[in-house]
């Protein structure tokens, strides 16, 4: 049972492609999955997440805080500015502009850990900077979005912030708690979270794409290629950044994974709780797409060279 369930979530890229694309031809399908689902849905994803930390994971960073603020800095130092330089880039409209900033400004991923056990990459560093970067979130999101997008659209700074807090600290805090107090539960849930995980973000993702489907069509090419731009540039710069400094390839390879890969669906919850726009939601949507594509094809290329320069 064990094996099935990993070989199951190891499949997250194939089935949100193939929900993608099913929602794109017959929305009805997933666009059920909408209202209050997406954020119970994200929340039981960071409860998750929760679940596999302990206060030991947070001691890590005295460990090694070189490497983790280093990936922390290269996660918000790069990101957010790529998000607001692609939107200009590539001429996008307002709501879809903004959408990318949000994502862009989003923290690292829930399935980043997943990719760097994969990849063959550090995964306690990984699981550390997923934690810090998403308590940061908190402040940080809300910040890069009302300072890059601020001038494009009246950023709900305030509401930004207590989304993020409620989506976040809440669900992830009760993860530990129960982790701490009741580690014969928590043991029993863990095996089947991640693939609990895959499937909330992969209904997330589609039914947000079948929601704004129309939208996605009229953009076009403009919103693929600044998507996919934006994610390749992450783990592309995100690698180069930290390989100049640490000097070590798994050290870059895992924060580069951190950087390319967003929360995209903390995207999604932010976009349609503080924006009237539904559009706005559609680049962190596209987003969990195409940073899992780039992810899984990188991981299967990593894991074959572990060790070569």
């Known amino acids: 049972m064990m094996r099935f369930l990993d070989v199951l979530t190891k499949g997250f890229p194939a089935w949100v492609v193939l929900a993608s694309i099913l929602s794109l031809i017959h929305p009805p399908l997933f666009v059920w999955f909408s209202g209050n689902f997406i954020p119970v849905g994200l929340g039981m994803i960071m409860l998750g997440m929760g679940l596999t930390l302990s206060l ?10 070189g490497r983790v603020a280093l990936g922390v800095i ?15 880039l590539f001429g996008l409209p ?36 997923t934690s810090i970067t998403t308590v940061l979130a908190v402040i940080a999101t809300p910040f890069f979005t009302a300072l890059l997008a601020g001038s494009r659209v009246d950023v709900p700074v305030r509401g930004l912030l207590l989304t993020t807090a409620l989506v976040i600290l809440i669900p992830v805090s009760a993860g530990v708690i ?21 499937m909330f973000i992969t209904l997330i993702v589609a039914s947000v794409i079948g929601a704004g489907r129309t ?11 600044a998507v996919f ?9 995100g690698y180069i950044g930290a390989y100049c400094i640490s000097r070590d390839i798994v050290t870059a390879r895992t924060i580069s994974i951190e950087v390319g ?22 680049p962190s949507a596209i987003s969990s797409l195409f940073h899992s594509v780039i992810a899984s094809t990188l991981a299967g290329v990593w894991r074959r060279s572990v060790g070569c320069a």
């Open 56 to 65: 030991e994971d947070f001691k890590r960073v005295a460990r090694f805080p």
């Open 74 to 88: 290269l996660q918000y130092g790069i990101m957010p500015l790529l998000g607001w330089c692609i939107a200009a």
């Open 94 to 129: 307002t709501s879809l502009a903004v959408g990318i900033i949000l994502v862009a400004s989003c923290p690292g991923g829930t399935a980043s850990n997943v990719i760097a056990y994969l990849a063959s990459a550090d995964v306690p560093l990984s699981v550390t900077m």
């Open 178 to 198: 129960l982790n701490k107090f009741f580690h014969r539960f928590s043991a029993r849930l863990l095996p089947a979270m991640p693939l609990i995980s895959v």
């Open 215 to 225: 939208e996605i069509l009229a953009a076009g090419w403009r919103l693929i290629a």
């Open 229 to 237: 731009t934006l994610h390749a540039a992450g783990f592309l710069f």
């Open 261 to 282: 890969m967003q929360n995209s669906g903390l995207g999604v919850v932010l976009a349609r709780s503080n924006f009237s726009d539904p559009t706005t939601a559609i």
